[in-house]
Structure formats: C-alpha cells, structure tokens
C-alpha cells in the first residue's frame, strides 16, 4: 500500500509521468480539423526550418494559424528548455475537435438552413534530435 496522503500520492504520480519535451497548443482555432489536418500532415516529422518555409508559402488559411502556433512551440522550447533551434523537429502535431458553433442561414419561402461554425484545438510537440 503506498504512504501518505491520497494528494501526495497523485502529485508524485502526476511529476513521474510529466511530459518534457516542449509544446504548444491553440484551443478554438477557427479552422476545421480536416482543413488543419491537410496543413499538419505536410510538417509532420520534419525539422522547424523546413516546417517554418513550408507553412509560409502554404496558400490554406489553417498554416498561418498553425506557422504562430509553431513560432510559439520554439520559443518555449528556447526559453523553457534551453534547447537550440537548429536541433528541433516536430516530434508530434494533431488537432482535435472543438465544440462547434451553430448559425441559421435564411432560404427560400421561409426555410431556415444551418450553418456549422467548426473549432478545434492543434497541438504541437518539438523534441530534439
């Protein structure tokens, strides 16, 4: 049986399993996942430099917001961490869903059509090569 208090039990548990590797994280982007998607699979696994000039010249409107989120990822992983630059790469990328916003679209003879507003939330883990 483990000693002491059932919160310092969960605190030590919570610090064996703490992630290190820097992140970075956008909740409610006003993009869908599968338009995210599109952007985060062209980056995935690649290094920050290539992934910085490809979401640059990337036309979608998801790679600006994902280009900021990246920028934000280094410089935690600069700041935080001390890691180099030179030595990051996209170790993990992925969005999820948000809760989605409902509108009313007005149509023909009184009809009403809905309109779904997607969110989701990107995620972007660096680690060091």
């Not at 290539?50 to 010249?57: K, M, P, Q, R, V």
């Not at 920028?71 to 989605?100: D, H, Q, V």
């Amino acid at each position: 049986m483990a000693k002491g208090h059932r919160s310092q039990i969960k605190r030590q548990r919570n610090m064996e399993n703490k992630e290190t590797r820097p992140s970075a994280k956008v909740s409610y982007a006003r993009v869908s996942v599968t338009k995210a998607c599109f952007v985060l699979d062209a980056i995935r696994g690649k290094d920050v430099q290539t992934a910085l000039a490809i979401l640059a010249y990337n036309p979608r409107y998801a790679s600006s917001v994902i280009e900021k989120l990246l920028k934000s990822a280094i410089a935690n992983a600069e700041n935080n961490n001390g890691m180099k630059m030179e030595n990051l790469y996209i170790a993990e990328c992925y969005a999820n869903k948000g809760p989605t916003m409902k509108r009313i679209q007005p149509r023909a003879q009184g009809r009403a059509y809905r309109i779904e507003k997607r969110t989701s939330h990107i995620t972007i883990v660096l680690d060091e090569r």
